[in-house]
């Protein structure tokens, strides 16, 4: 019996990975954390209309307000502006993190992941990180993955082993929706804008990435913008 605990923060690349998750296991959990976020309710929603069309073994919500509390980032810290119409020139041409970058979320939500996957006995946690066609989170590199597996698996029962899944790691964003459509992902129910919960801003850096990849898959992209998106290519 293949177990698998799935980190569905509402978002594209995690709705994705979801429907990879189901095709490849026999059972799946699914896991959302609220890190007091801007548009922590808008993702909520968005998971829990996730959860009711996929229907996992289970589903559960936690919250670390603790990063919220650290600051440092635009996601969590209002006093930290949101970056917008950094396009081309910023996310395509610069090496340095943007402050959209939540420092180490990645790492606090696997881990909370282990936890739960030792319990139950799964034996994998899948995350939609995107390397090569992200924003450049530290991470989300393949590199940062396998050396948390290593780690967890040093640090864990020794009878349990858990393999980090990232199934669209090395793919373009536009690559990931083209696998989404193919098995049917309802990109409807998806969130990814930084800083609204009512109508997406189409301005900001997850907007302009998640635009740009339903353009370059040639597809029309079913959630509302604020701002008109012509998305004849």
Not at 93 to 120: C, D, K, L
Not at 137 to 164: H, M, R, V
Not at 187 to 204: P, R, T
Not at 210 to 227: C, G, S, W
């Amino acid at each position: 019996m293949k177990k698998a605990i799935v980190l569905v923060s509402g978002g594209l690349d995690s709705l994705i990975t979801v429907a990879i998750a189901k095709q490849e296991n026999d059972e799946i959990y699914f896991l959302h954390i609220n890190y007091g976020q801007r548009t922590e309710q808008k993702e909520l929603d968005s998971f829990r209309e996730i959860v009711n069309y996929y229907k996992p073994i289970d589903a559960k919500i936690v919250n670390i307000d603790y990063i919220k509390d650290f600051g440092g980032n635009s996601l969590t810290d209002i006093k930290v502006d949101v970056p917008i119409n950094n396009h081309i020139q910023d996310l395509d041409n610069s090496h340095q993190v943007p402050n959209t970058y939540v420092p180490f979320r990645n790492g606090n939500m696997i881990g909370i992941a282990t936890a739960w996957a030792e319990v139950i006995n799964a034996s994998k946690i899948y995350i939609g990180a995107v390397e090569v066609d992200g924003s450049g989170y530290p991470d989300c590199k393949k590199s940062f993955f396998e050396d948390l597996e290593q780690a967890i698996n040093s640090g864990t029962k020794d009878n349990f082993n858990i393999q980090i899944c990232t199934p669209i790691i090395d793919m373009s964003k536009s690559q990931a929706l083209q696998i989404g459509q193919k098995l049917g992902v309802p990109f409807e129910l998806s969130w990814s804008c930084y800083q609204n919960n009512d109508l997406a801003c189409g301005k900001c850096d997850s907007c302009y990435l998640r635009i740009k990849a339903f353009k370059e898959a040639r597809l029309v992209d079913p959630i509302p913008y604020k701002v008109p998106i012509n998305w004849i290519n």
